[in-house]
């Protein structure tokens, strides 16, 4: 680029934002807008509806892991509740993906002293033989240990990391861990191992493993894989420290390669601008071995929740609010299939966020790029106060799994932090039911995603300017 | 009886209490026992062999059912532990008994929707038919709705009752609740039910049931009978409210007929009347679920390290200490076996308890008949007030159930209380394992036996003298 073509560049860009920057401070939120958004908060507070979604939809449907006539249930469940509540343009936009559908299970320890272990697959591991694999284990306490293994060091042996994932409030601790999971079986068959075993990644201390899906890498022999119960990663340390322990793990999954699965769509279409769009969602599909309460009933209940309080206003904002139910968000297929059937449409999707860390309270809202300095973010946080939550200055990262491919495309994301304290105690187990969730703190949610929502939708904000006025 | 006849005998029952109280204040711990008692308690704070005992037995041998060959190697296990402490007169003593074993079990609800729920089998419960039995369900809210049903009103039906078990530190919940487990099947199929289900006698909220033994009654068919994880047990009451529910329940369990096991024994031998037996003891036996951590290797490592300490001591007591590890407590045999056993020697029993009551610390020591208001009382109070327990003024009702056909035969029982709280959340399931025991309030309830145990075995209390003297 030339000298004075690089200056003109640079000119517009300035200008852009300058006059970006004039947009935002136009669409001020005036006090009308605010007033509206306390209100609907406070609604959110007694409002029965979102609760209502989740226990229907984990009792009458259950476990519905993408791909299996159980999530195609609840596609038509879903379909049928949006359009029941009002919601207009209700559809189910289908794609294809290669669904990972669990076998049998077990693992034993072998020799003089049997015992049972409870382990679970991880998605996406391949099958054990028929009957089995049997071999001796190598216990990692930590993964890099097990990285700094020698290669062939592991040869014909079964890999075991049983690393702690630490309980943080804002969840970072699975960040910190998933590598174990996501990756521990390649690295392991790299070095010979014939099959891996993992700590769970979770934090409470039940015979309940925590499935959750890998990623084969290239070139690597694909070994199959599965989480051991939090206890019995306990009891394998005790066991490995007084001699060698064989164990004999049984794993028979199936893929189905095209297996067919839907984001199902609702709207509550804008008055004035209705082309501009504001997506919130979750995940419809859950794991199989829980009914999927938690991860992610409770964020389609939300985010349901959250845009039928909306709909039922007079007057409706001006921008369309969407609601998407995400439909392989476990085998991190729906995203990818989401955003490219909406290639064309990014730059009208004004913001884009998923609730998909659980039922608890939301404790900080993470807007896009500098937004939490502007007014929007002034009037947001004035209003989200008096529900226990604040807006963070940090700028969010990533609006959620089923978010990042629209996030790379364009579309400013937003994250509205749960407390995920105990978040990943039933996280990817049987046990994420419908017990686990607190009303209360439930309706909490749907109050600050009103509120957000509903700000974002009836306002004129332009996250795009405002990111590009990041100090 | 005549009247002079009966004066006299009135007579001498007086005389025998006033000689029985007289002994029982010649009796007094002295100051220097007492010391010794307090001495011993603080050193069981510090003393890791009660916690080292039971995390051995639950990693080496692990599920330990009566009549496994996983029993048979805790109990050649438990012998070589006694030995190795330098008990007296370590050996096992046999009895046979019909031993139940567990098979495949599950339930699954069928039809459009189907889903798995998480059950297991009841302790003695018969099989269903190979392929599984499969029938309409009846709910019922409480045991009293079930008792109320009409015979013949369950005809083909399989009876499912949700009753709640309360939450209660003395464990009155379970108690409360027992008869669910108990005799519930066999009320189920006065009425013509095919299967009985219940709601997990429990306080946890997790898919992991919570097994135990039934007893069917004399007259009433035998039919299937299983307890539901809690949370399957509020899913089947929020779809039977929705309609008509089915469900195939499958257990296969088998019975062997005199199989053997066995109570392991070990003494501190009393130096001046080793012919007076102080008993404590727990069970070693477990359920197949878990570890039998809490249920009761808590117990049996309880009754090892208090004896243990006591057995460190220049001077020992005067009495002998004996500790039983008794052999099927969970299928109801090993403590009839016990006392059928030493018939001839009951006499010579001056007290007996079976910590078979959790991990937790014990808060409260409940005496037999009026102890609690003698001077032996009032000694233990003052010892151990500051491990944090009291001597209720309560008379204990029973030490345990190996200890109740005992009880029968005249031998005072005593109750170590300990917290039981959250004792029900595990109780009988798979996630009775090791991490579930707090080392320190193991170390606290092992210093309350070891004070009640060396008071009772240095000094020359006669608890059945104090019995009599109650108030």
Same mark, same amino acid.
């Given at each position: 680029m030339g000298r004075i073509l690089r200056i003109l560049v640079v000119a517009v860009a300035v200008a852009a934002t300058a006059g970006a920057t004039m947009r935002a401070t136009d669409a001020l939120p005036s006090e009308s807008l605010a007033a509206t958004a306390s209100s609907l908060g406070q609604k959110a507070l007694n409002d029965p509806a979102a609760f209502d979604f989740v226990e229907s939809l984990t009792t009458e449907i259950g476990p519905r892991l993408a791909g299996t006539e159980a999530h195609r249930r609840a596609v038509a469940w879903a379909e049928a509740r949006l359009k029941a509540a009002g919601f207009e343009n209700v559809h189910s936009e289908p794609f294809s993906f290669p669904a990972w559908i669990r076998g049998a299970e077990s693992a034993d320890i072998v020799g003089s002293a049997p015992q049972h272990l409870a382990v679970t697959a991880l998605g996406g591991s391949v099958a054990t033989d028929a009957n089995g694999i049997e071999a001796e284990i190598v216990l990692f306490r930590t993964y890099d240990d097990l990285l700094a293994a020698a290669p062939g060091s592991l040869s014909g042996k079964i890999a075991v990391v049983t690393q702690r994932m630490v309980r943080a409030q804002d969840g970072s601790g699975y960040g910190a861990a998933n590598p174990i999971r996501r990756y521990g079986a390649s690295e392991a068959a790299r070095r010979g191992a014939v099959a891996y075993l993992l700590r769970s990644l979770g934090t409470g201390s039940h015979r309940l493993p925590h499935t959750g899906a890998l990623n084969y890498a290239d070139g690597a022999p694909r070994i199959p894989a599965a989480a051991l119960a939090i206890p019995d990663a306990d009891q394998l340390e005790r066991l490995a420290a007084l001699g060698p322990v064989r164990i004999r793990l049984l794993l028979t999954p199936t893929i189905q390669e095209n297996a067919p699965s839907w984001n199902v769509v609702g709207e509550v279409e804008g008055t004035e601008r209705p082309y501009e769009v504001v997506l919130i969602g979750g995940h419809l599909d859950s794991w199989d071995l829980g009914t999927g309460a938690t991860d992610d009933g409770a964020g389609v209940a939300i985010a349901f929740g959250a845009a039928r309080l909306i709909s039922g206003l007079p007057p409706r904002p001006r921008r369309t609010i969407r609601v998407v139910l995400f439909g392989a968000e476990e085998m991190n297929f729906s995203g990818a299939a989401y955003a490219q059937a909406h290639e064309g449409e990014t730059g009208k999707i004004v913001v884009a966020g998923e609730a998909d860390f659980g039922a608890r309270n939301v404790y900080s809202v993470q807007l896009p790029g500098a937004a939490a300095d502007s007014d929007f973010g002034h009037t947001l946080a004035r209003i989200i106060a008096p529900l226990g939550a604040n807006v963070d200055r940090r700028p969010a990262l990533g609006g959620g799994d089923d978010i990042r491919e629209l996030q790379k495309a364009g579309v400013p994301a937003v994250s509205l932090r749960q $407390?995920? #304290? $105990?978040?990943? $105690?039933?996280?990817?187990?049987? $046990?994420?039911? #419908?017990?686990?969730?607190d009303p209360k703190q439930l309706d909490q949610a749907v109050a600050v995603w009103s509120a957000f929502t509903y700000l974002a939708a009836a306002s004129d904000v332009d996250f795009r300017s405002l990111a590009l006025t990041a100090k």
């Open positions: $407390d995920g #304290l $105990d978040y990943f $105690d039933t996280h990817h187990t049987a $046990d994420d039911t #419908l017990d686990k969730i």
